[in-house]
């Protein structure tokens, strides 16, 4: 049984950072693509950041370009989500997720995730 954990949340002021953990268990990790989504109050999940199986590849949101990266731990079986010079508009809960299919690119289309985990709220305050 797949089970994905993300963790990390919390309050912080503008400009300031955060990193988000998400560990993955019941599948072979390190052959999975993986990608954070959010979803703030009101609106739909949208697209935050993926990265590929390899890690060497990664997609972002525009408006998080520059500030956010994503890295993986294949050794502990965990993406991170490092968010840097955070603002108000980044109030979100955010969820990570495995890839549907081993081997894949990191593809910003949240159909194509199949396990996701439960969620983590990011409140930035200005």
């Known amino acids: 049984q797949v089970q994905v954990v993300g963790s990390g949340g919390g309050l912080v002021q503008a400009g300031g950072s955060l990193r988000l953990s998400c560990a993955a268990s019941?599948?072979?990790?390190?052959?999975?693509?993986m990608a954070w989504f959010r979803q703030a109050p009101g609106k739909e999940r949208e697209f935050v950041a993926a990265?590929?199986?390899?890690?060497?590849?990664?997609s972002f949101k525009d408006s998080v370009k520059g500030r956010f990266t994503i890295s993986r731990d294949n050794a502990k079986n965990t993406v991170y989500l490092q968010m840097n010079s955070l603002n108000p508009e980044d109030t979100a809960v955010y969820y990570c997720?495995?890839?549907?299919?081993?081997?894949?690119?990191?593809?910003?289309?949240?159909?194509?995730?199949?396990?996701w985990g439960q969620g983590t709220q990011v409140t930035v305050s200005s």
């Open positions: 019941g599948l072979t990790f390190s052959r999975y693509a």
């Open positions: 990265l590929s199986w390899t890690g060497g590849s990664t």
């Open positions: 997720a495995a890839h549907r299919a081993q081997l894949r690119g990191p593809s910003p289309y949240a159909h194509e995730y199949a396990y």
